[in-house]
Structure formats: structure tokens, C-alpha cells
């Protein structure tokens, strides 16, 4: 068994997908609430990968694409309590989400 349940490409798309759902209604609503959605589930993933424990357990599709775009995209969420860097961080974090995302 794997960490995230992510075994293939389409796994990975999907999971990454998900997120930049979550993401695009981040960015539409600009609101506390749904940005707070998105660094939740950011942050669930992230908690879970940053052991060495979730890191031996990662499978080569997590450790290679998933677990790089939750990495960089929880690092670079934007500051809830801080609205004006909500613009930046939601860009920073679509880069990361699409740029690790499986081609296919």
C-alpha cells in the first residue's frame, strides 16, 4: 500500500485535479473560507507526507509528482490572515499543482 493511494498516472492527474478544483474555487470566491478549504486539504496531504514514515511508504508516482507539487504548494499558500498576498499565493500554488502534474 502507498501513501496517497496514488499507483498511476491517472491516479495522480485525479488527486491533482481535485486540488486545482478546490484551488479555482479559491480563486473565485477570494474569500477566507474557501481559501482556508484549500490550505486544509493542503496541509492534510502535507502533514501526512513529511515523515519519514509517509516518505518510505510514498509510491514512485507520489514521491515523484505528487508529493513535490503538495511540498511546494503548501509552502507557498497564501497567509490567511494577511488578504493581500491571497492573489500571489493562489498563482504560486496553481503553478506548483500544474507543474508537477503528470502530462497525459
Known amino acids: 500500500m502507498n501513501l496517497f493511494g496514488i499507483e ?4 495522480c ?11 479555482a474555487r479559491a480563486k473565485e470566491a477570494m474569500s477566507k473560507e474557501a481559501i ?3 490550505k486544509s ?5 502535507y502533514r501526512k507526507g513529511c515523515t519519514n514514515r509517509g516518505t518510505q511508504q510514498m509510491s514512485s508516482m507520489e514521491s515523484c509528482f505528487f ?4 511540498r511546494e504548494a503548501y ?6 490572515n494577511s488578504p493581500k498576498t491571497w492573489n500571489a499565493g493562489l ?3 496553481e503553478s506548483s499543482l500544474r ?3 503528470p502530462k497525459g
Open 41 to 45: 486539504q493542503l496541509t492534510d496531504y
Open 8 to 11: 498511476s498516472e491517472k491516479d
Open 67 to 70: 508529493w513535490p507539487a503538495i
Open 91 to 93: 498563482y504560486d500554488v
Open 75 to 80: 509552502v507557498r499558500a497564501p497567509k490567511l
Open 13 to 23: 492527474q485525479e488527486k491533482l485535479d481535485a486540488l486545482l478544483e478546490l484551488h
Open 99 to 101: 507543474y508537477y502534474r
Open 36 to 38: 482556508t478549504a484549500l
